[in-house]
């Protein structure tokens, strides 16, 4: 194969070169998790029953440990600050509510087909979330500033 093939296009290295490229993309990555924390927060009833409704007994415990991760693993993801820890528990997070609420395989017909994407959505949520932890990792390992990462 030729040698030029296989790098990548100038364009796409000036983009991933972007310092604000980054925090864009942790930014985007934990959007939906500040909005549902945020409003979990703000209506702390529904968010009761909302866990109740999945099984976790009691509510208001499991609730305010969503917020709390939500919230605060977002925290943590959008500062670049203790990322494993953040990444991690929003990862946890994800995979409790790929488990409970998109059971596939106790459905049948239009609802299997939407909880199977669910959850394969959140699988790849699970996935980013790791590739942000490691890059973390390796932007601290080589240095901030040399690296197009370093943002």
């Known amino acids: 194969m030729d040698a030029n093939v296989r790098e990548d296009p100038t364009w796409v290295t000036a983009i991933l070169a972007r310092p604000w490229l980054l925090p864009l993309l942790r930014t985007a990555l934990v959007s939906s998790y500040v909005i549902g924390g945020v409003t979990k927060l703000l209506h702390f009833d529904a968010a009761i029953h909302e866990q109740e409704h999945f099984g976790l007994h009691p509510g208001w415990v499991w609730a305010a440990l969503a917020i709390v991760v939500e919230i605060g693993g977002s925290a943590c993801v959008l500062a670049n600050r203790l990322v494993w820890l953040g990444a991690g528990g929003l990862g946890c997070l994800t995979a409790i509510a790929m488990l409970l609420a998109n059971d596939f395989w106790n459905l049948a017909g239009v609802a ?14 699970i996935a980013a979330l ?17 690296y197009f990462w370093s943002a």
């Open 130 to 146: 790791i590739a942000v932890t490691w890059i973390a990792k390796v932007k601290n390992a080589l240095g901030r500033s040399q």
């Open 112 to 125: 299997r087909l939407s909880a199977l994407n669910g959850f394969f959505e959140h699988l790849g949520l």
